[in-house]
T-cell receptor, first 112, second 113 residues
Framework: SQTIHQWPATLVQPVGSPLSLECTVE??????LYWYRQAAGRGLQLLFY??????ISSEVPQNLSASRPQDRQFILSSKKLLLSDSGFYLC???????????FGDGTRLSIL | GEDVEQSLFLSVREGDSSVINCTYT??????LYWYKQEPGAGLQLLTY?????DMKQDQRLTVLLNKKDKHLSLRIADTQTGDSAIYFC?????????????FGTGTLLAVQP
């Protein structure tokens, strides 16, 4: 069966520091991968998605970037964190177009 | 525009049925989803319905879809305290290379013992 892993589970970072969040999927190949942010107020916002290695689509202009160095690895990064980057970051995968998305357990990011 | 709306809060007593409602705007959505989020956790896919269906039942869960009114509901029969969580509906929209999910803001379900 397929599983998705995100780490770290929680992270506290100072303003201006770099960020790297990692997500890996097991038990499938060539998945679509997604990064979401859930801010206070509970809504989820799609940040990035990827349909293949090295293919990244950005949904909103922001201080973050994403990379997919391997088929089942998706990384969310920032060179310099802002206070507004605080939130709950969720990675998800799907088998393909119009297939359900399955979420990881999330990373809670607090910026001080 | 893309907008999915849900009521923010629902309180029920254990053993009663819960009905969580959702309205969406894009009539071309192909799939509609229900996810459950427990405190501090990720989203768990509960069920989904294809847009050419009116109803889908899965054990204690019943999904009703009214395409004319763009209204989706999730009924949980015999609600238990373990059902307390935030429930999100989401519509699937064509995003070119992939489909995108547009989420509602979630409904907090509180189950009273």
């Amino acid at each position: 069966s397929q599983t998705i892993h995100q780490w770290p589970a929680t992270l506290v970072q100072p303003v201006g520091s770099p960020l790297s969040l990692e997500c890996t999927v097991e038990g499938t190949s060539n998945p679509n991968l997604y990064w979401y942010r859930q801010a206070a107020g509970r809504g989820l916002q799609l940040l990035f998605y990827s349909v293949g290695i090295g293919q990244i689509s950005s949904e909103v202009p922001q201080n973050l970037s994403a990379s997919r160095p391997q088929d089942r690895q998706f990384i969310l990064s920032s060179k310099k964190l802002l206070l507004s980057d605080s939130g709950f970051y969720l990675c998800a995968w799907s088998q393909g177009y119009n297939q359900p998305q399955h979420f990881g357990d999330g990373t809670r990011l607090s910026i001080l | 525009g893309e907008d999915v709306e849900q009521s923010l809060f629902l309180s029920v007593r254990e053993g009663d049925s819960s009905v969580i409602n959702c309205t969406y705007t894009d009539s071309s959505s192909t799939y509609l989803y229900w996810y459950k989020q427990e405190p501090g956790a990720g989203l768990q896919l509960l069920t989904y319905i294809f847009s050419n269906m009116d109803m889908k039942q899965d054990q204690r869960l019943t999904v009703l879809l009214n395409k004319k009114d763009k209204h989706l509901s999730l009924r949980i029969a015999d609600t238990q305290t373990g059902d307390s969580a935030i429930y999100f509906c989401a519509e699937s929209m064509d995003g070119g290379a992939t489909n995108k999910l547009i989420f509602g803001t979630g409904t907090l379900l509180a189950v009273q013992p």
